[in-house]
């Protein structure tokens, strides 16, 4: 460890001389890093997206560890592909898989503006910096890092020159978690106990003072999109909660039918005489 | 093995193990195993209730709390790291500790605050 | 490699603080938390009295405890906390303007008697337009949290016109807009615009900070340090490539000029304005503009004086586009809110005039612009929340016709905020305006100051048609009707209307007080 210090001190004393193992890093992480940015705009399925994403930060933990900063390395890796990027999921999963974007251009020709003026942004901020940096002499972390000090420097940082901004962070994040309550939880204190709720029936606040019947009860599909079976043998349609209906039981409509009356289920009427039930008429 | 990459060559050796482990245990396993499929038992196994619909689910906006409170706790414990591991050390004083408490009073205070709430009940 | 031996370093003491400096941030902050845990212990019913009690105290106390460290604060100002924030006579300025206008803002979000309930949503987890939303309509409840929040975001706007380095400054703008956005969406009528202007002042929002980071980070890259001061030093005397100077610093202006609504960066702001609940936009349009261009004035006097001659005409079209947009565009407005959004993106280009002159006469002179700004756009916004039907605020320029006709004091009221914004003599603006314009006139800048007064000239038309429709239209039969406000929102409108008047007959003292100083770092 010491030794390669005091080699990349020197090395970093004179101009940057990559070694081996670095440039062999750079050139397996740094495709992988650009093709994730790149599939993460181009994939059609958003969750694709997210998980490209996730490549490229990965890449570039990896990257900052090759480039003696193992601290950043470690928390790109525990913080934004771990905590962030399933944020990033939950959000996505949240607004459905299957929303898609509106196509419609409010503005006519506003994406290919977008896109040369996206694409021109990034030219000129990479032919700048790539111009700027041949300039630039690079002093690397061989020092600071000297006796596997980097987390203690960084520690040394956060509680003398940076202390404000560290403390003020702890103000976003209360804030953040503000947010998110206001936003994404509502108030359920208001609501009835199950006792209450047995009550109201009897009352006949609601249309029936049973429970619905559960799916799949006497059926010939252990399924919650398969309806209930009532005793004489007819099928209780209420049983399938409206939002499955609505997709899979289309799936299901030829066993629906089945069971309603193409094959004799079970009469409740069969055990009755047949003379008894003329005799009814 | 030794050197700045060196130390990383060991995280590069697990990776290397892990992965043939798991391709050699895989592979092992559809070699041995007979496979006789049928399209019931192709179905994906859900608590031994017959699937509905995709596996794409939408979930409920509450669960986005939970998250965003691990988020919290992430960004919380990249701040007690270095903190952790220079606390003992002589110099780091009574100072870092107090400059780190107030630091986590104000991240207890969103907690409290979501406790209170009863988010992190599971109702 | 993971075995750690700190290596032999000096002791860290207990950080040097100029408490007294700093106690009016402290105070909000402080009180932001207290608020934080008033919503999660004390019982629904009590909430909003006590939410409202601790906000107005706090903001009392840190007004207080301002009042008691401007009497005796050094000349030359101070930097405290490991020099990440600095409290100099400007940053002095702006705190006491802020103060004044975030307990007007304050007021008027603490209102009930406009709308029942106050202007915030009861639950905005429920989703609009469903039968608990309508439910919650006939509530009285509100979203207390709007309080901690105001005072998150006030602080946060504290501390960025007082911040040093650019690091410190990133994330005081993040403290000062994370609120914002999410109170862009409280608005208990007309939801899902509300929502909607969230959502895109979030986004727009996210990718102006994404931008003032790659700023921050080129910067970095060219100085070594992101103190404001080091890379001034470094300007002046380095043999790095400016290329990273100029890529980080029209990066990190672009960040800047989002905030501050300065066109073209202001795409956002018509639609934000007029989606929030309007005491919220009352207090971004005052409050975040004093605290943006308190920002920008930091960092281009302390960061960028030495190299102005290279990046001046490029703020020169960024101030003549923003005059223009805003101007122009303005005219063609049909909603109050609107209009008024346009009227602050024309007003953020008269004061970038100011920013770029570059002297004291240009500090002290955009400063008090920012003062007189403030007020009058907090009480036309306080005003425009009194118009209202049955679906609330009547925002329409057609239902306003006639106004005068119904409540001739609103119609005076609002008559008079106008001709402020338009800079018509014995009113605050035409001082603002006039400084302003000095100001540039004497730093060389005369033809932009010719397009500042054409641009001027074009808005006054737009704030008169409105005068005009008040005054000497005929109010429609079914029109709105003009709310008799309760105490908060009748202070909050009286202070701005009487700052606006009291700096434009008197405007010597504020003048002087803006002047006393220049930037500490």
């Known amino acids: ?281 | 093995m030794h050197g700045y990459f060196g130390a990383y060559g060991l995280v590069a050796l697990l990776l290397v193990v892990g992965a043939v482990f798991v391709t050699v245990a895989l592979t092992a396993n559809r070699l041995l195993r007979p496979a006789r499929p049928t399209p019931q038992k192709l179905l994906t196994y859900e608590c031994g209730v017959d699937p509905v619909g995709g596996g794409w689910a939408q979930s409920y906006v509450r669960y986005y709390v939970f998250t965003f409170l691990y988020v919290v706790f992430a960004v919380d414990a990249v701040f007690l790291f270095p903190w952790a591991t220079v606390f003992a050390a002589p110099g780091f004083g009574v100072a870092t500790l107090v400059e780190m408490f107030v630091f986590l009073g104000f991240l207890a205070v969103g907690i409290l605050y979501a406790w209170r709430k009863g988010v992190l009940s599971w109702a | 490699m993971l075995a750690l031996q700190p290596p032999p370093q000096a002791p860290i003491d207990a950080p040097q603080i100029e408490y007294s400096a700093i106690l009016p941030v402290l105070i909000l902050l402080g009180a932001a938390c207290i608020g934080v845990l008033v919503e999660a212990f004390v019982s629904k019913a009590s909430r909003w009295a006590a939410q409202v009690t601790l906000s107005l105290l706090a903001i009392l106390g840190a007004g207080l405890a301002f009042v008691l460290y401007v009497t005796d604060s050094p000349e030359r100002g101070l930097t405290t906390l490991y020099r990440t924030i600095a409290v100099d006579r400007p940053a002095l300025f702006l705190w006491g303007t802020l103060l004044a206008l975030g307990l007007g803002a304050l007021l008027l979000i603490a209102d009930r008697t406009v709308e029942r309930g106050g202007a915030f949503v009861a639950q905005a987890g429920i989703r609009p337009g469903t039968v608990q939303d309508r439910a919650q309509m006939a509530s009285g409840g509100m979203q207390t949290e709007v309080f901690p929040l105001t005072l998150f975001a006030l602080s946060g706007m504290m501390i960025f016109c007082a911040a040093n380095d650019l690091l410190t400054m990133f994330i005081a703008l993040e403290v000062l807009s994370l609120p914002l956005y999410l109170m862009c969406g409280l608005a208990r009528r007309r939801r899902l615009i509300s929502q909607e202007s969230a959502v895109k002042y979030f986004l727009l929002g996210a990718f102006a900070s994404a931008f003032f980071l790659y700023g921050l980070a080129l910067l970095y890259g060219y100085a070594g340090s992101v103190k404001l001061a080091d890379i001034a030093n470094a300007a002046a005397g380095s043999a790095a490539s400016d290329t990273l100077l100029f890529g980080g610093f029209g990066l990190l202006v672009v960040g800047l000029m989002f905030k501050a609504s300065v066109g073209p960066f202001h795409a956002w702001t018509p639609d934000v304005y007029q989606g929030s609940p309007t005491p919220i936009t009352a207090f971004m349009a005052a409050c975040t503009k004093v605290a943006a261009f308190g920002g920008i004035l930091r960092v281009l006097t302390v960061g960028f004086e030495s190299t102005s001659w290279e990046w001046r005409g490029v703020l020169w079209v960024v101030a003549v586009a923003s005059m223009v947009i805003g101007a122009v565009l303005g005219l063609t407005q049909t909603d109050i809110k609107r209009m008024l959004a346009y009227s602050s993106i024309a007003h953020a280009g008269f004061l970038l005039v100011g920013a770029l002159a570059l002297r004291p006469e240009g500090l002290s002179g955009t400063l008090f612009y920012l003062l007189t700004y403030g007020f009058t756009t907090l009480a036309a916004f306080g005003a425009v929340s009194l118009v209202r039907d049955s679906n609330g605020e009547a925002t329409h320029l057609s239902q306003w016709a006639g106004l005068a006709k119904r409540s001739p004091v609103l119609a005076w009221v609002f008559a008079f905020l106008l001709l402020a914004m338009a800079g018509i003599p014995l009113t605050s603006g035409f001082i603002g305006k006039f400084v302003v314009f000095s100001a540039g006139i004497q730093d060389g800048m005369a033809p932009l100051v010719v397009i500042a007064l054409v641009a001027s000239a074009v808005a006054a038309f737009f704030y008169l048609r409105v005068i005009v429709l008040m005054f000497f239209s005929d109010p429609a039969p079914d029109g709105p009707t003009v709310t008799v406000p309760g105490t908060f929102t009748t202070a909050a409108i009286t202070l701005g209307v009487l700052v606006t008047l009291v700096l434009g007959l008197v405007p010597a003292f504020a003048l002087d007080w803006a002047g006393t100083g220049t930037f500490a770092f």
Request: aromatic share 6%.
């Open chain 1, 1 to 281: 460890m010491s030794n390669s210090a005091m080699l990349l001190a020197q090395a970093g004393a004179e101009v940057a001389k990559v070694s081996t193992g670095e440039a062999i890093s750079f050139w397996i992480l740094a495709p992988l890093a650009l093709g994730g940015a790149l599939g993460m705009i181009f994939a059609r399925n958003a969750v694709h997206s997210a998980m490209f994403l996730v490549l490229t930060m990965l890449s570039l933990g990896v990257m900052y560890m090759v480039q003696q900063a193992p601290f950043l390395g470690f928390v790109q890796i525990i913080v934004y592909t771990g905590a962030i990027m399933m944020l990033f999921l939950f959000v996505l999963m949240l607004v459905g898989r299957d929303s898609s974007d509106s196509v419609v251009e409010v503005l006519r020709g506003q994406r290919v503006w977008a896109a040369i003026l996206g694409i021109g942004l990034a030219g000129l901020l990479v032919t700048g910096v790539a111009e700027a940096l041949t300039s630039v002499r690079p002093v690397g972390l061989a020092e600071q890092n000297a006796g596997g000090a980097n987390v203690a420097n960084i520690g040394r940082s956060v509680f003398t020159d940076y202390l404000f901004p560290f403390e003020l962070t702890s103000a976003l994040l209360i804030t953040a978690a503000l947010g998110a309550m206001v936003l994404g939880y509502t108030d359920k204190s208001k609501r009835r106990t199950q006792r209450e709720t047995a009550d109201a029936r009897f009352r006949g606040e609601h249309d029936r003072p049973s429970p619905l019947p559960g799916p799949g009860v006497y059926a010939t599909a252990n399924s919650v999109a398969v309806p209930a079976l009532l005793p004489d043998g007819s099928i209780a349609p209420e049983s399938v909660s409206a939002i499955i209906e609505a997709t899979a039981s289309r799936e299901l409509a030829t066993d629906i039918e089945t069971v309603a009356g193409a094959i004799p289920g079970p009469d409740a009427h069969a055990l009755k005489p047949a003379a008894a039930k003329e005799g009814d008429k």
